[in-house]
């Protein structure tokens, strides 16, 4: 497996060394740079062009979910993963519209990191277990308040194909390459699924697929 050059940020020394050695002891990343906040961060990304950036949420100078979007809006291929200490869907919203693939909570990090990078590789999105509960039981007593039952069932065999593999971070035309279809019959497909689903953008298609444990 090819190493990963992978830059690092967190404004707690400990907690990015420790970082550090995990990533080492992994054998899946190659740390070319580290960083103690945000803005420096952007430096050493723009000296780095790593393959991937795992950085906290919570930073000085600059925060870790804008970081995150302007390293994203630079370079599109540069996956990211989120730490923080909370499994707050505020902060999980705002993270994926800026770009990440992962978000992970600090106090499972250790057991999370490999399976985390493993499933960025494959181009997958990959959430902390807790995160993904609490994803879960807000969307049930979402359902519940509305007096709804699932709406997956709504869906049609193609759409929930192709929700699949854009929640997976597929574009139009790499899931349609994929379904052997035409990209303005996938964008079809993604119309009616957020219709039918009452999704508004990406985020929400990779929050929805998360909660029914379509993807992990």
Not at 39 to 65: C, F, Y
Not at 73 to 78: V, Y
Not at 135 to 159: C, I, P
Request: hydrophobic residues 45%.
């Amino acid at each position: 497996m090819k190493l990963l050059k992978t830059v690092v940020a967190d404004d707690h020394d400990v907690v990015r060394k420790g970082l550090v050695f995990l990533l080492s002891r992994s054998k899946r990343a190659e740390v070319v740079g580290e960083a103690r906040d945000g803005r420096e961060l952007l430096k050493v990304v723009e000296e780095q062009s790593p393959d991937l950036v795992i950085l906290d949420i919570a930073m000085p100078s600059l925060n870790g979910i804008d970081a995150a979007a302007q390293i994203h809006k630079q370079n599109p291929k540069i996956a990211l993963i989120v730490l923080s200490m909370f499994a707050d869907e505020d902060y999980i919203i705002r993270a994926l519209n800026a770009g990440i693939s992962g978000y992970l909570l600090k106090d499972t990090v250790e057991g999370d990191l490999v399976p985390a990078i493993d499933a960025i590789s494959q181009g997958r999105h990959f959430f902390s277990a807790a995160i993904s509960e609490v994803l879960l039981d807000d969307y049930m007593r979402q359902l519940k308040q509305k007096g709804l039952t699932d709406s997956y069932d709504l869906l049609t065999e193609r759409e929930k194909e192709v929700l699949q593999l854009l929640a997976e971070g597929s574009t139009n035309k790499e899931a349609a390459v994929t379904l052997n279809l035409s990209p303005l019959t996938v964008e079809t497909h993604r119309s009616h699924i957020m219709e039918k689903l009452n999704l508004h953008n990406t985020a929400e298609i990779v929050l929805y697929a998360v909660r029914k444990k379509i993807v992990f």
